[in-house]
């Protein structure tokens, strides 16, 4: 009896000690929701005060009660060439009056034409080509921890592909030579990061073009532009299709979808907007005095339902401004669109030469 009340004695002794609430007298799950009220910004603060904070902070369950709580805040990443090599810059605070950016790591080798898309809190940079040589890897950066890290290769190799996200899922299509079976099969993908899987997406084969320049999803449709026409692929119903004509004439350089119109710029430097169930194009009236003409080098994405523009400015000497505009949008009661301007801001100063290669809007 003795023995067994030494051994029991012993055992409690070595048991770990309980592990503290992340705040005094709150169950956890109550604690969670008053560090996801917090802004942003003041996350690597509360990362300090202790291990588990530092690890509720930067935990998909944080993420998870923002989304649900609307706390979350989307931000501005900006991918630019400089000399021949990409540089990334996050949004410092997107609350303050002005905005400003700052250097993020970059990936230790940029793969050229690769897609660029954010979903939730990470950055995807999916495949692309080194040394001319095409790959199916995926870099993923976390943009709370600022980390890079290999994620799930995709089934094939891929340069200039189309990218998009939808219900939690990325799609890519094209990209790739389809000179054999595996090339021919996989030349769409879908991709769940829950389950960090790949799969093919059955498609026709005279769907298949090799580059895609330009891609959207409005809806639940998922538009890829190529050398010759286009193809949609409607998720929500399943089948596919041919980009509309006038869509397919009309769309130039890196566009953004609000409110299922997608927004880019016309030859003539003017923003426009194609209203895919109406299958016409309209201009964006109210923003012609506050804007340039946008005729190169510029690119666009849906920041909380607004439309933001980013471009090079005019700059000075062997320097150049990189500009933001950020445009409310809406319809008109006579069916037209209408913006307006509610901030514009020089948002970095680089060399001259540097080109805009991708805007994100990242929700965290």
């Keep these: 009896m003795a023995e067994q009340t030494a051994a029991a004695a012993s055992s409690a002794t070595s048991a770990p000690p309980p592990t503290p609430p992340l705040i005094q007298n709150f169950p956890d799950d109550i604690s969670i929701q008053i560090i996801a009220r917090v802004p942003r910004f003041r996350h690597p603060f509360l990362s300090l005060v202790s291990k588990p904070w530092h690890a509720v902070v930067n935990s998909p369950e944080l993420f998870r009660t923002r989304s649900l709580l609307r706390t979350s805040q989307s931000s501005l990443y900006l991918n630019l060439r400089i000399n021949s090599s990409f540089n990334w810059y996050s949004e410092q605070n997107p609350q303050n009056s002005k905005r400003s950016f700052t250097p993020i790591p970059s990936i230790p080798q940029h793969p050229v034409g690769s897609s660029i898309l954010a979903l939730g809190p990470k950055i995807y940079v999916i495949g692309g080509s080194i040394s001319d040589i095409p790959s199916n890897n995926v870099w993923i950066f976390d943009c709370r921890s600022n980390n890079w890290e290999m994620g799930s290769r995709m089934r094939v190799a891929r340069e200039f ?84 004509k006038r869509l397919d004439l009309g769309w130039r350089g890196r566009a953004a979808v609000v409110d299922n119109v997608l927004y880019c710029y016309d030859y003539l430097g003017k923003i426009r907007g194609y209203d895919v169930e109406e299958d016409v194009w309209k201009e964006l009236r109210g923003v012609e005095k506050g804007l340039p003409k946008f005729l190169c080098s510029s690119t666009m994405v849906n920041l909380d339902g607004k439309l933001c523009v980013v471009w090079e400015g005019k700059g000075n000497g062997k320097e150049v401004d990189i500009m933001c505009a950020e445009i409310e949008v809406r319809r008109d009661a006579d069916g037209g669109l209408s913006g307006a301007i509610l901030r514009l801001d020089v948002i970095l100063v680089v060399p001259r030469g540097a080109t805009i290669s991708h805007c994100l809007a990242v929700e965290f």
Excluded: Q
Aim: net charge negative; charged share 20%.
């Design 161 to 244: 592909s189309a990218a998009g996200e939808l219900n939690g899922k990325i799609y890519v299509m094209g990209g790739c030579n389809v000179d054999n079976w595996s090339r021919s099969i996989n030349w769409a993908e879908v991709f769940d990061p829950e389950t960090g899987l790949w799969a093919a997406i059955p498609s026709e084969i005279e769907l298949r073009d090799k580059w895609m320049h330009a891609s959207a999803m409005i809806g639940t449709r998922f538009y890829a532009m190529a050398d010759r026409g286009g193809v949609v692929l409607d998720i929500g119903r399943g089948g596919w299709g041919n980009v509309p």
